[in-house]
């Protein structure tokens, strides 16, 4: 399980450390894709295909599941750790994130979150005792 948030900085040629911890459990490669709210995901080999096999279990004659399918899968990408523990992240998928130089790691349970660091911070000045208190309709107590 992925938790804990680590902070980096990423180089002009995209190349991002993965903390020693995260690696342990991605492996040596994994998949990485567009996320929500302006951060990418990583996922470990095996939590993507439990993932991609929701995603094609969505109704094609659906718009929307059409569009979710397309966020995740067209941005999805193989990464390898290098020797030096970094992965190189498209500039496809830096210029969705907004990735420029510090960067966040968030573990989030079966995936990893990757922030630019000041839309983390931006993201975090939410409410979140409110957020807590929208989830009761989840059936979801703290």
């Not at 990583?42 to 295909?49: F, G, H, R």
């Amino acid at each position: 399980m992925f938790m804990s948030e680590y902070n980096h900085t990423i180089d002009i040629k995209g190349r991002l450390i993965v903390p020693a911890k995260f690696r342990e459990e991605l492996g040596d490669t994994f998949i990485v894709t567009k996320g929500f709210d302006e951060c990418l995901l990583a996922y470990p080999k095996s939590e993507w295909t439990l993932f991609e096999e929701k995603l094609l279990q969505l109704p094609q004659n659906n718009k929307n599941a059409r569009a979710l399918v397309r966020h995740f899968m067209a941005g999805a990408v193989e990464c390898e750790i290098d020797k030096q523990g970094r992965i190189l992240i498209p500039q496809v998928l830096r210029n969705f994130a907004k990735l420029n130089k510090d960067v966040l790691l968030v573990g989030v349970g079966t995936k990893i979150e990757i922030w630019d660091k000041d839309i983390w911070e931006q993201n975090e000045t939410n409410d979140i005792e409110q957020i807590a208190e929208s989830l009761e309709e989840f059936n979801i107590r703290l």
